[in-house]
């Protein structure tokens, strides 16, 4: 069973900086892509950033250029660093895994998720 445990979260003003991180921990599972999702209040959920295992990363328009997906494979972590926040930024993020998908338009539907890092920005 894969999972995933998020930190990193808090409250920043706009403008400002954020990095999450994603432990993983998988039990013979092979892991084909990484990613984010976000969820705001009263909105659906949102991929915004999948890290696939040949290295390729993808992003959702919202955060491009703003947000870099990354990982440590030593250290069995998952990185988003967050630049520029925006209130818009505002939502749960959580870190999720799949076996089969990859993209950041599908990281909203992978098999495994984590419980979430509340973000919150600030105007």
């Known amino acids: 069973q894969v999972q995933l445990v998020e930190s990193g979260g808090g409250s920043v003003q706009a403008g400002t900086s954020l990095t999450l991180s994603c432990g993983v921990s998988e039990y013979g599972y092979d892991i084909y892509c990484m990613g984010w999702l976000r969820q705001a209040p009263g909105k659906e959920r949102e991929g915004i950033a999948a890290?696939?295992?040949?290295?390729?990363?993808t992003y959702a328009d919202s955060v491009k250029g703003r947000f870099t997906i990354s990982q440590d494979n030593a250290k069995n972590t998952l990185y988003l660093q967050m630049n520029s926040l925006e209130p818009g930024d505002t939502a749960i993020y959580y870190c999720a895994a799949d076996r089969y998908r990859c993209g950041a338009s599908r990281a909203s539907i992978f098999a495994y998720r984590g419980q979430g890092t509340q973000v919150t920005v600030s105007s």
């Open positions: 890290l696939e295992l040949g290295g390729t990363t």
